[in-house]
């Protein structure tokens, strides 16, 4: 059910339109560290639709040149998971020989990530496929889960919303992340 008064359901801010921005920057300039030398712009595939505001935001503050496409995968109806991805749109940049940065919103048990990291992208041949996750939620991981390689804060097992991040499509456009009241406990 989508709600009509955001800020009523937000319980408090997690983090700020500031701190999101600092974080942003840090995480930036760790990816430029390893990236730099490559020789070749690396491929910031960004997992939709949650990872938009990120990969927005990542893509200006890294001071190195980058591709960009994206990648749409299912794993959630409503509030439930289906408990299997599936793929929804596939990258249309050739990534053989590439170096892919998968960019998601939140890593939470692991299942959509870890679908897309070992089992989807190594069909491609690129030369190396990394994790960039803006939340990093390790409570939850399933084991044998893959972990961020890249990542702007770990937080507690909170359903959060905002800054692209949605309770059943909604508080996708608050421009900072908060802890929603009355909502399920988890969230991939």
Do not use: W
């Amino acid at each position: 059910m989508r709600r009509t008064t955001k800020s009523q359901q937000v319980a408090r801010v997690l983090f700020s339109e500031a701190q999101l921005s600092a974080m942003v920057g840090r995480v930036a300039r760790e990816i430029e560290r390893d990236y730099r030398a490559l020789g070749e712009p690396p491929v910031l595939l960004g997992v939709l639709n949650g990872s938009v505001v990120f990969l927005s935001d990542l893509m200006r503050a890294l001071e190195i040149p980058c591709d960009v496409d994206f990648v749409a995968v299912q794993s959630y109806r409503g509030e439930r998971s289906t408990g299997a991805p599936q793929l929804r749109l596939s990258p249309k940049t050739p990534l053989a020989g590439r170096h892919v940065l998968v960019v998601e919103d939140i890593l939470d048990t692991g299942v959509t990530l870890s679908y897309l990291c070992r089992e989807y992208l190594p069909q491609f041949d690129a030369a190396s496929v990394k994790l960039c996750a803006l939340l990093d939620k390790p409570s939850r991981r399933l084991p044998g889960a893959v972990c961020a390689d890249y990542a702007g804060a770990v937080i507690p097992d909170l359903f959060v919303v905002g800054y692209g991040l949605d309770y059943d499509e909604a508080y996708r456009d608050l421009p900072y992340i908060g802890v929603l009241s009355g909502a399920p406990e988890h969230k991939e």
